[in-house]
C-alpha cells in the first residue's frame, strides 16, 4: 500500500525522502490558490521564483512579475498575491514569474521530487483523484509562514489525508495531526480560521474576500505540475 | 500580556527566541516522563546528555548511568527509559546521566533559554500553576521523533495551553494546533494514541503500561529545572 505523509514546515523537509514521492505543496493564503486561479483562467505558465531580484529580471524577457513580501504586493511588480488577480479575461496566455513569501519558497524546497504539484482547496477533488491513481508516495509541503507551522496550510493537509484515508495510509503522525484538525475545523473553516494569526494579519490588509474565495472547494478542476522551472497545467 | 508558543519539533527552534522565555521541554514517551518520575522519587540529580559515549563516561564518576535509543535501553547501561524502573526506593540520592534519542537532544537545544522546565502529564498541574505565576513569556519545545513531529508531546502542549488560555495569549498558530487536537483526545488519549506511530513502535516493546502511566495526570507535584547542566527539582 503506498503512504502518505505531511511535512507541517518546509523547515522540516530534509527529513523527508522525496526522491521516490510525488510532493503537493500547498501555501493556502495566498500563493498555491492564486497558481491554480491563474492556470485554470489561461495562464501559459507560472515560474515560481524564490528571490525578488531574480523574478524582477524577468520582466525584461516578455513575463509578468508577480509578487509578495509579507503579504503585500512588491513595489513595481505587476502584480500581487490576490487571487482576484488572475481570473480576468486578459490573463489568457500570459507567462508570469511569480515570487512569494512562503510558497514560492516550499516548491523550491521541494525540488528534486518525482512530481511536484499544486494544491489548495480550489482543486482538492482533483489533487484527490490524481493521488489516487497514481502509484507514488505522496509528501504534502505546507509552506507555513516563515517556517512556522499555519493553521490554514495544515487544514488542507488535513483534507486530503481523509480524502485518501481508505486507500493510502498515513507514514506517521503529522497526517493524523493535520486530520483531527480538519474534522474539527471542517464546518465551519472560516470562523476556525479567525483565530489564525496568519489570518489576523491578513484581515489587517483588507483581503476578507481573498480569504473566502480560497477556502472554497473544487472551484477548479486543474491540477498545475512543475515541469522543469515552471508551473503547467498536467 | 505574556505569550505561549509551542516548537512542535526541536528542528524548528532555531525560529524562536528562546533567550527572554521559559521553555518546557517535553517527551512523553518516555524521557520528560522518567525524569519527572525519578526526581519525585529522591533522585538527587540528573544530567541529560545528548551523546551517549560522554554519558558513559559518566560511569567512573558516581553517576548512574541511563539509556534508551530507539526505545530500546542501550547495552551496559544501569538503566533504560521505563519509568518503573525510576520509583523504586533505592533511587534515593542517587545522581544519574541520561541520554535518550529524542528528550535530551530537546533539552540540549534549548539551551540558552531564559529557564528549562521539565514537563509530563505527570507533573501538568504543578507546571500550570508555575507557568501562571511568571512573568515570562513561555515555549512549549516538543522532543518529538527523530525531528518529526509526535502526537503524545503535541498532546502535552495542548493540554498546557488549554490549561493557560484565560490568561496567556497564544503567539502563534502552533499552539492553536496542538490545543484543538488535545480537545479532540482528551476523553479517552489512550484509544487516540493507539494510532499514533511511535505508541505503534513501543507496543512492539510490550510498555503498553508504561503509556499508561506516562498519561496519568498529575501523580507528583514537582517542576524539575535544570540549573548549569543539570535536573533538580526547584
Redo the contacts between chains.
Keep these: 500500500m503506498k503512504t502518505i505523509d505531511v511535512c ?2 518546509p ?2 523537509i530534509h ?1 523527508y525522502d522525496v526522491s521516490d514521492k510525488t510532493v503537493v505543496v500547498v501555501d493556502i493564503l495566498r500563493a498555491t490558490s492564486c497558481m491554480v486561479t491563474a492556470l485554470a483562467h489561461g495562464v501559459e505558465c507560472i515560474i515560481p521564483m524564490a528571490s525578488e531580484t531574480e523574478c524582477e529580471r524577468m520582466k525584461s524577457k516578455g513575463y509578468i512579475i508577480s509578487g509578495e513580501r509579507n503579504g503585500q504586493k512588491i513595489q513595481g511588480f505587476d502584480k500581487g498575491n490576490s487571487p482576484f488577480e488572475y481570473m480576468e479575461e486578459d490573463i489568457r496566455g500570459l507567462k508570469i514569474a511569480f515570487t512569494t513569501t512562503n510558497g514560492t519558497q516550499a516548491i523550491e524546497k521541494s525540488k528534486g521530487a518525482k512530481k511536484i504539484l499544486i494544491g489548495s482547496f480550489l482543486n482538492l477533488s482533483a489533487i484527490t483523484r490524481y493521488l489516487l491513481m497514481s502509484d507514488d508516495n505522496i509528501l504534502i509541503v505546507c509552506a507555513g ?7 490554514e496550510d ?1 487544514l488542507f493537509a488535513g483534507a486530503l489525508v481523509d480524502n485518501l484515508r481508505k486507500h493510502i495510509e ?5 497526517p ?2 493535520a486530520r ?2 480538519y ?3 471542517k464546518d465551519d473553516m472560516m470562523k476556525f480560521l479567525s ?4 489570518v489576523k494579519r491578513l484581515n489587517r490588509l483588507n483581503i476578507h474576500k481573498d480569504i473566502e474565495f480560497c477556502l472554497t472547494p473544487d472551484l477548479y478542476h486543474v491540477i498545475p505540475i512543475l515541469k522543469r522551472d515552471r508551473l503547467v497545467l498536467l
Tied chains: 1, 2.
Excluded at 509562514?145 to 493553521?151: E, I, P, R
Design positions: 507541517l514546515s523547515e522540516l527529513l509562514w516563515k517556517g512556522k507551522l499555519n493553521l495544515s498515513p507514514d506517521c503522525d503529522a493524523m495531526i483531527e484538525l474534522l474539527s475545523a483565530a489564525s494569526s496568519h
